[in-house]
């Protein structure tokens, strides 16, 4: 059984292993094209909470797997993650200055080296899925990891959210859409922060990884949720970027739509939910059980 204060250090220790993870698999900042490569070492070294590193490494401890089998998709997964915050920041979409309490890579760098830092980074998160030494898993798995991350970065995924969320400033969108949007913006990269660790077993257990599915689905909803609220709620400085945004360029959130009290309710009640869809499993996944609750409790 993992002891109350399990989650702090397990968090630490696998912040500092994904930190690693990332370092051994991006090119050297003294490697052409430098200039390059030294944003794309700026924007995914030394910051974030690496929430989906996290949740692939609970996992695999929930599966029982040594967490060196799953270094590769850890840092894959936040290679997608990284590329979307740089993107995102981007004048083009939400023109950012602050990201984990740094200039973002377009104003430490320059614009046109923050796009391909970004292309550069979605590109190098498929090339550790396919050629990762971290991943022993046969073949079939491989593949199934990269279909699963190319799913949840692309057009049905997270870029498709994005779409959606761009699309929708300004306009009142209602609940179901909201939800459908944020289930594809943010909640597709935590589901497959999930799933890529119950591919890296073998064999897959079916019944586990719908179970599982069902945990990251809920706990996805759940972030975005506290999210939004932490959006209202928070300050700047607390967050390391920009606060009110939300309501700064009229986007539809949570709190807008079921005032704060409502949004916290939603939250807790999908934290039940993602605890639920575990309940046939042991003290193994208490780390996920405990994540789930600091999604819905973290104040960054
Ligand atoms: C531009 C391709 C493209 C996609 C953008 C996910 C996304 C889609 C943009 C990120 C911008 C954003 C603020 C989304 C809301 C929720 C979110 C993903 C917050 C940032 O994630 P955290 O809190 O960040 O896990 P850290 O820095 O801790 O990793």
Same mark, same amino acid.
């Given at each position: 059984m993992t002891s109350p204060d399990a989650l702090p250090d397990f968090m630490a220790a696998c912040q500092t292993r994904a930190e690693a993870a990332l370092d051994a698999r991006l090119p050297a900042e003294t490697r052409m094209p430098e200039r390059l490569h030294q944003a794309m070492r700026y924007s995914a070294l030394g910051g974030g909470k690496r929430l989906r590193p996290l949740l692939t490494y609970a996992t695999g401890q929930a599966l029982g797997l040594a967490l060196d089998l799953l270094d590769g998709p850890a840092a894959a997964v936040e290679m997608i993650h990284v590329y979307s915050l740089i993107h995102d920041d981007l004048p083009a979409m939400d023109n950012d200055t602050l990201?984990?309490?740094k200039p973002t890579c377009h104003i430490a760098f320059d614009e046109a080296t923050a796009i391909l830092a970004g292309d550069g980074l979605q590109a190098l998160a498929f090339h550790v899925l396919a050629h990762d030494p971290s991943?022993?898993?046969?073949?079939?798995n491989r593949?199934?990891?990269i279909e699963c991350l190319?799913?949840?970065?692309g057009s049905l995924g997270m870029v498709g959210g994005q779409?959606?969320? /761009? %699309?929708?400033?300004?306009?009142?969108?209602?609940?179901?859409?909201l939800e459908s949007m944020h289930i594809r913006k943010t909640g597709a990269l935590i589901r497959a922060s999930v799933k890529l660790a119950a591919l890296a077993q073998t064999p897959i257990e079916p019944v586990v990884t719908d179970r599982l599915d069902h945990y990251a689905k809920c706990i996805g909803l759940a972030f975005q949720i506290q999210d939004d609220i932490l959006d209202e709620e928070s300050d700047t400085q607390t967050l390391g970027k920009t606060q009110g945004k939300d309501r700064d360029n009229n986007k539809p959130n949570y709190p807008a739509l079921l005032g704060l009290a409502?949004?916290?309710q939603k939250a807790r009640e999908l934290h039940e939910s993602a /605890? %639920?869809?575990?309940a046939g499993m042991g003290p193994e996944a208490n780390l996920l059980r405990e994540l789930s609750r600091f999604i819905i409790e973290r104040h960054h």
């Open positions: 990201r984990r309490g991943i022993r898993v046969p073949a079939e593949v199934a990891m190319a799913m949840a970065s779409a959606i969320d /761009l %699309d929708a400033v300004g306009q009142a969108l209602d609940l179901p859409t409502g949004a916290k /605890l %639920d869809s575990l």
